[in-house]
């Protein structure tokens, strides 16, 4: 049985983007990927201050982090990007198993 084609067309694109971004290498930093993405605009990225406390609530450290915030129509497609993926893995490794018809 094979995998279902992709049926939405942005999120054709959004795979191919997040391909071209990964086709410099696998040397490529996590941080470059991130960055690319913001600049792509399918992620923005704000910083926050990450708190720790003391169980008697004093603080122990605070840090700058990065947040890292998906449109809804990205994160809708990213997740039919993946769910295509899985469903090709799994029937490749799994070629006797029946899918069921939601997958």
């Known amino acids: 049985m094979e ?17 071209e971004l990964f086709e410099k290498g696998e040397d490529k930093e996590v941080e470059d990927v991130v960055n690319e993405l913001c600049e792509n605009r399918i992620i923005t990225s704000e910083m926050t201050a990450f708190k720790t406390y003391n169980n008697d609530g004093t603080l122990l450290a605070s840090r700058l982090v990065r947040i890292l915030v998906m ?24 070629l006797d ?3 069921s018809p939601e997958l």
């Open 3 to 19: 995998p279902e084609k992709v049926i939405d067309s942005d999120t054709a694109e959004f795979r191919e983007k997040v391909d």
């Open 71 to 94: 449109r809804d129509a990205d994160r809708e497609n990213a997740i039919q990007a993946m769910t295509e993926v899985v469903n090709s893995t799994f029937t490749s490794y799994f």
């Open 97 to 99: 198993v029946p899918m």
